[in-house]
């Protein structure tokens, strides 16, 4: 069974959306995985951050795991949806992609002991 493995929030300012939160809820962050661009909040089930973007969308963008970003991704083109070129990180490879109808979400594939 396939199901939500990760998610971002998408926030202009990662040193607000951090205090925020963190205040909120009690986050901490996992500052190995963080950057200037990205704060992952740690021990979080499933994994979520914060993504930096110029403008906030008012939605989550939700990562589904999978065994295999490339070949989910070529499905994903087999199905009639388009998916942009995988990339790594420290918590694994990622691509987004979009379904037959142009509804964005990414797949993610946890790196090794994740």
Known sequence: ?????????????????????GALFGWTFDEASSSPTYAHVADSTPAFGFTKVER?????????RVDDVDAACARVGELGGKAAMPSDSASGRSAVVCD???VSFSL????AGL
Do not use: E, N
């Open 1 to 21: 069974m396939i199901q939500p493995g990760y998610f971002t929030l998408d926030t202009p300012d990662i040193a607000k959306a951090r205090a925020f939160y």
């Open 56 to 64: 906030a969308r008012d939605f989550t963008h939700l990562y589904f």
């Open 100 to 102: 037959d109808q142009g």
């Open 108 to 111: 993610w594939q946890p790196a």
